[in-house]
């Protein structure tokens, strides 16, 4: 757990502080530095938490990246999209979750009919490729959208990831657990939860990084030219970022 924090720390605070600054630095260097004595401890333990054994699986593996790689996608999406409505629309924050309520639908329906489909374990690599390709597909509909995107095609947009998106994850997560001995069973789950986990603190961190950088950016000039009243100037004068 360590080292994930060090991480996330970095991608939380980086461009606060400055991505080479001596804190971000420092984080970056026990982050490293914590995994290395992972291994070793791991490998002499007699009941390691995590059995380095998984890793030679291939299939717990990719299940690992997979996960980890879907819940970026998903926590960003279910994080920022409110706020892209809320911004870019100008809906309420209550219409901005009854906007998601297609997304909601696929993530619901998505997770029901994959569970039961994957019952029979000759169906996981088509499910599980159906449910990257809906998921890739998703969010290259939702880096289309713009002011003018019709109600219509937010719904068909949104529903799209919501299956992509929540049928991943699952079908890795027994993917991976088809893929060991019984006696692993509990251990590559955890590995692959895990890795989700982790998937979906940096998806929030990196994205709220990006968003927080873009519209710290663009509050100051939009401001420049305005007259404000001088307590109000005064606190933005403060609290925005000073350009060279």
């Known amino acids: 757990m360590a080292p994930a924090t060090a991480l996330v720390l970095v991608t939380s605070f980086g461009s606060r502080w400055g991505w080479t600054s001596p804190g971000i630095l420092g984080l970056a260097v026990a982050a490293v530095a914590l995994i290395a004595l992972v291994v070793p401890v791991e490998r002499r333990a007699a009941a390691p938490v995590l059995p380095l054994s998984l890793f030679t ?31 870019v629309d100008g809906v309420s924050a209550t219409l901005s979750g009854v ?30 490729v159906a449910g990257m390709a809906l998921n890739v597909a998703g969010l290259l509909l939702l880096s289309t959208l713009a002011p003018g995107t019709s109600p219509l095609a937010l719904v068909l947009y949104f529903l799209v990831s919501g299956v992509g998106i929540r049928m991943v994850p699952m079908v890795a997560l027994t993917a991976a657990q088809n ?7 509990g251990a590559a789950s955890a590995v692959v939860t895990f890795a989700r986990s982790i998937g979906a603190a940096f998806g929030v961190a990196v994205f709220g990084t990006l968003v927080g950088g873009d519209v710290a ?10 007259a404000l009243p001088v307590v109000l100037g005064t606190a933005l004068a403060f609290l925005l970022p000073k350009r060279s």
């Not at 593996?61 to 911004?87: D, E, K, R």
């Not at 997304?103 to 029901?112: D, E, K, N, R, Y």
């Open 179 to 185: 893929a060991v001995p019984a006696a692993d069973l």
């Open 99 to 128: 906007h998601l309520l297609p997304l909601v639908i696929g993530l619901v329906a998505s997770q029901s009919l994959a569970g039961r489909w994957i019952t029979d374990p000759a169906r996981l690599r088509v499910v599980l």
């Open 57 to 87: 699986s291939r299939t717990v593996v990719l299940a690992s990246v997979i996960g980890f790689v879907a819940n970026v996608a998903m926590f960003s999406v279910l994080v920022y999209l409110p706020t892209y409505l809320q911004v």
């Open 217 to 226: 950016g663009g509050i100051g000039p939009a401001f420049r030219w305005i």
